[in-house]
């Protein structure tokens, strides 16, 4: 059949969730060295060759797409010939919110993508991304996933509660998404009641709860909404991603600073049958990969951002504002309604009781040492946007 009409085929059989287990795309791919490998010296791996299969959730433009390289570019130069990742865009199998089925289904064998995209399936999915606030950035949150057990809920959650075949790994301590883009100005949390608005995850259910009418959409789909009158306002993520969107083309105001996403982070899956076969080197590969994009993409973001916002504020015409401060006390308050409900489910206890402890231990220290910075810059620079 046509490469067109395989994918619909394996497509289709995420969206039904069909009994049928066909694969569009051939995981692991292994192919031995041969006698090669036999008369290799010591220190070359003997590791069979294999390939991997990654459609990411982010389309082309999208920075989010390069982060998804740079994890897939450090694998292969890691790899050395032996592990590769051949990496896909958004819908080149599937849809966006549809990649952690096809990673479970074997469809493809791995994913990059955020958390919050499958939360449906469970909400304290949201939990290992966009986190209760608790005075907590997404620094402080990789540390709770990589040694403040995190790690472990994770996976008691994917493959204990939810029996999904899968196994992940998270990267990239994103900076606080904006509040958004408005056509209006919103200097109260009244401003925002009634407005029809983009976002995902449990930042949905915080937003609710501040009286706002979401609709939770892939990056993709943001601008065509708000042009037909689905949504009246958005948050995506970033400068960069909302200059590539084209949001300064349709709303005139962004606003700074949030509390609905203050952290979050990038999930990086693999089909757990797959990466149970994989040699341990291979396995170690893939881990510290995540750990290594997490500080490049980091690093890559603080720079494109912050040069796409100056472009956004001095050539796109966009009026800059930071959020207001009883914008930020009614999205504490919408948390803690959230989370007083939410919590009535035992494992979503478990998962914000571990969170809330490492914030208030790592919190404690990291406030107490670190200095105002914003002082510091406001003294060389000037006054922020207000």
Not at 138 to 156: D, K
Not at 187 to 206: F, P
Request: charged share 20%.
């Amino acid at each position: 059949m046509s490469n067109d009409k395989a994918k619909d085929t394996a497509a289709e059989t995420v969206e039904t969730g069909g009994a049928s287990r066909r694969k569009f795309l051939t995981g692991a791919a292994a192919a031995t060295a041969g006698a090669t490998a036999a008369v290799a010296a010591p220190q070359i791996s003997r590791a069979q060759t294999t390939t991997i299969k990654m459609q990411g959730a982010w389309g082309s433009g999208d920075i989010f797409n390069e982060y998804a390289e740079d994890y897939a570019k450090m694998v292969n130069e890691m790899g050395g010939g032996r592990l590769k990742i051949d990496y896909l865009t958004s819908g080149s199998v599937v849809k966006a919110f549809r990649v952690q089925d096809a990673v479970d289904k074997g469809v493809l064998d791995a994913g990059h993508l955020v958390a919050a995209y499958w939360y449906g399936k469970n909400k304290a999915a949201s939990l290992f991304g966009t986190a209760p606030v608790y005075g907590w950035d997404a620094h402080m949150g990789l540390g709770w996933i990589w040694y403040g057990g995190g790690q472990e809920l994770y996976n008691e959650l994917v493959q204990d509660i939810l029996g999904l075949n899968v196994v992940g790994f998270f990267c990239m301590p994103m900076p606080a998404q904006p509040l958004g883009w408005f056509n209006k100005e919103v200097n109260t949390a009244s401003d925002m009641d009634g407005l029809k608005y983009r976002t995902v995850g449990l930042a949905t259910d915080v937003m609710q709860a501040m009286g706002v009418r979401v609709t939770q959409l892939p990056g993709g789909e943001i601008v065509p909404a708000l042009e037909r009158g689905v949504i009246e306002a958005f948050e995506y993520n970033n400068p960069t991603s909302d200059r590539a969107f084209g949001a300064h083309d349709v709303a005139e105001h962004y606003y700074l600073g949030s509390y609905h996403q203050a952290m979050e982070f990038f999930e990086v899956i693999f089909n757990k049958d797959l990466f149970d076969s994989l040699p341990d080197e291979h396995k170690a590969i893939l881990n510290h990969a995540a750990k290594a994009a997490s500080s490049d993409n980091y690093w890559k973001g603080l720079d494109r951002y912050s040069k796409d916002l100056q472009w956004l504020q001095d050539e796109g015409g966009v009026k800059v504002h930071r959020t207001d401060t009883s914008i930020l006390e009614a999205q504490l308050q919408a948390w803690d309604s959230v989370l007083e409900e939410l919590n009535k489910d035992a494992f979503f206890k478990k998962v914000t009781d571990s969170q809330r402890a490492y914030a208030e231990r790592v919190g404690y220290y990291l406030h107490s040492d670190q200095p105002d910075y914003v002082l510091a810059w406001e003294h060389y620079f000037g006054k922020l946007p207000s």
